[in-house]
């Protein structure tokens, strides 16, 4: 273990509380404390003061806030500020904060502090973002042995984002879509410096999906199964064992996709099988290596794009095959969406909705649409038929199913379902901006019945122009800004947000990478095929005057 120390005098530490600095600066380098940097995960432990003799309320709750960023020994520093006796749960939930906290105090034994909410972290990881929305956090206080203390503290922590990154740690847990053969991920967030990580992440799969996920996946955990014992790590196999509940209903081919599930979640830590025991049934077990196979959705890595009056994969390997019976560049596509498997396409070409399909001719599915459609790996095309009414029509070429977009605001200009059919992105026009929402496609046998109710992801500045997946787990949301600009944003599902560089010309067309890391692709006004690569856009130089970029699934 490396240790960096930052020396800092008591009584500039002292200046720090008084003048309401509550934890450490929101960006930059630590000016004080210890940081103590582990190997594996990056355990980050940042080291703080206990209460100095005669500090005032304010004091003791901006000592206490700043304390309970070290997680050592229980909190134990953080704790050293609570009367005798107190109970405060440090890791109840989070509280990502932007700003400082604002304290009041009206003369009593009550201190508030007004906390800007960007964020809120449960007590099984699940990260949902917030509109900026004030929140009171109240501390009761009391004189003991002639020092104040804090009777009583709002359970969980109130972190700033450069504090919770350093702080906890992302996890991706795994559902299976409708088929059960195409895994669905989940970010969930956990301490760092946690005594038993493995049993936390086993804890949070047992727990089930995010709420607005649930309606459309599948889980082989048992709604009433808790984890029973340690999780025993030897080598790369974890042993696991579960309550009864879990066998009461299910059979031996479901514990071992639970068990598979599990090895996905507990992938990070190294494990690549997973054991599952149950409780008191002494030889019943079931191994993820014996489970039916499923697998996250993989697209090839090559970017496929229309150039020079023909569609191509952008590098060496096997060419692409479609024979759908139409120049795309004679028709004016806009759009493209291609499945791998078997090049199934869905176009946007001067209004009309087409299906492609190899040795066929192009089928119209509807007119007069203006918002690029999108299509799933079960074949179903998704357009929206009128931007102003909040509903969507999906089609597998033979029929049509109209499904509401409920909880939606402004009008529809962007949509994409992910690669592994289970969810569907929305962006809309408003509020002067541009709305994204995310939700859960349900679906019985294959076929689409309902969107459940969205997750509201933060919004971004300007009018919307494109919408993709940039990884399995975030989204990349282009606008045009009333400067003429444009910027882009990462929006991450069960995490933080992040501004990405925009480059010298116009993006006109986006189009999601390949992998967890990918490198988002997009069209230049220029005609030029960009990538996106450590911060950085380039453009592609063995390929020229790009018409569009197909959208992978």
């Known amino acids: 273990m490396r240790i960096r120390r930052a020396t800092v005098a008591t009584t500039a530490v002292a200046t720090l509380l008084v003048a309401g600095c509550v934890g450490l600066p929101d960006s930059g380098p630590v000016t004080a404390g210890e940081v103590q940097e582990g190997t594996g995960l990056g355990d980050v432990e940042f080291i703080a003061e206990g209460p100095v003799a005669g500090a005032s309320q304010d004091e003791i709750v901006q000592g206490f806030l700043q304390a309970a960023l070290s997680p050592a020994d229980d909190f134990s520093i953080a704790r050293e500020y609570l009367a005798d006796g107190a109970i405060w749960d440090p890791l109840a939930s989070v509280t990502l904060r932007s700003g400082q906290p604002q304290l009041t105090s009206s003369g009593g034994a009550t201190v508030d502090a007004v906390v800007d909410v960007v964020g809120e972290v449960d007590e099984h990881g699940s990260f949902t973002s917030v509109a900026d929305d004030a929140t009171r956090l109240s501390f009761v206080l009391i004189e003991q042995r002639g020092e104040w203390r804090i009777a009583e503290a709002p359970p969980g922590l109130v972190l700033s984002r ?12 795994a559902w299976f879509a409708d088929d059960r053969s195409i895994l669905v991920p989940d970010v969930r967030w ?91 049934v002494d030889g019943y077990s079931a191994s993820s290596l014996d489970a039916p196979e499923a697998a996250f959705p993989t697209v090839d890595a090559r970017p496929l794009v229309l150039a020079d009056g023909a569609l191509a994969f952008v590098g060496q ?57 999108s299509l799933d790996r079960a074949g179903w095309a998704w357009w929206v038929p009128d931007p102003a009414i909040q509903a969507i029509v999906a089609s597998d070429g033979t029929r049509e199913i109209v499904l509401a977009l409920p909880e939606l605001e402004g ?30 496609i349900v679906r019985e046998e294959g076929v689409p019945t309902s969107i459940a109710s969205p997750q509201r992801m933060p919004q971004a500045t300007g009018t919307a122009v494109d919408l993709a997946w940039a990884t399995a787990t975030s989204l990349a949301v282009l606008t045009s800004t009333t400067d003429g600009g444009q910027q882009l944003v990462q929006l991450a599902l069960g995490g933080t947000t992040q501004q990405l560089a925009t480059p010298q ?31 950085q856009w380039q453009a592609a130089s063995s390929v020229t005057d790009v018409r569009l970029v197909a959208i992978q699934i």
């Not at 986006?510 to 911060?535: F, H, I, K, P």
């Open 411 to 440: 009008r529809i200009s962007s949509i994409a379902v992910s690669r592994d059919g289970a969810r569907i992105a929305v962006a809309t026009d408003a509020g002067g901006g541009t709305a994204t929402w995310v939700a859960g």
């Open 317 to 373: 390997g096997a060419p692409f095959e479609a024979d759908w019976g139409v120049d795309l560049d004679a028709i004016d596509a806009t759009s493209l969406t291609v499945r791998d498997a078997d090049g199934l396409g869905v176009a946007l070409a001067s209004g009309q909705v087409l299906r492609l399909t190899s040795g066929a001719s192009p089928s119209v599915l509807d007119t007069g649409v203006t918002v690029a459609p």
């Open 505 to 535: 010309d116009a993006i006109t067309q986006l189009a999601g990478g390949v992998g967890a890391s990918s490198s988002l692709r997009a069209r230049s006004a220029d005609g030029e095929l960009l990538v996106l690569r450590g911060g």
């Open 190 to 280: 956990f301490p760092r410096t946690s005594a038993d990580l493995a049993g936390d992440v086993v804890d949070a799969v047992l727990a089930g999906p995010v709420a607005w996920l649930a309606p459309a996946v599948w889980s082989a955990a048992d709604a009433d199964a808790v984890r029973v014992g340690d999780v025993v790590l030897t080598d790369e196999t974890a042993e696991i064992t579960v309550s009864f509940e879990q066998v009461q209903e299910s059979s031996s081919v479901e514990l071992s996709l639970l068990a598979l599930q599990l090895q996905q979640a507990l992938a990070r830590l190294g494990v690549t099988e997973v054991v599952l025991g149950v409780d008191g």
């Open 162 to 173: 450069f504090s919770f990154e350093r702080l906890f740690d992302a996890q991706t847990l």
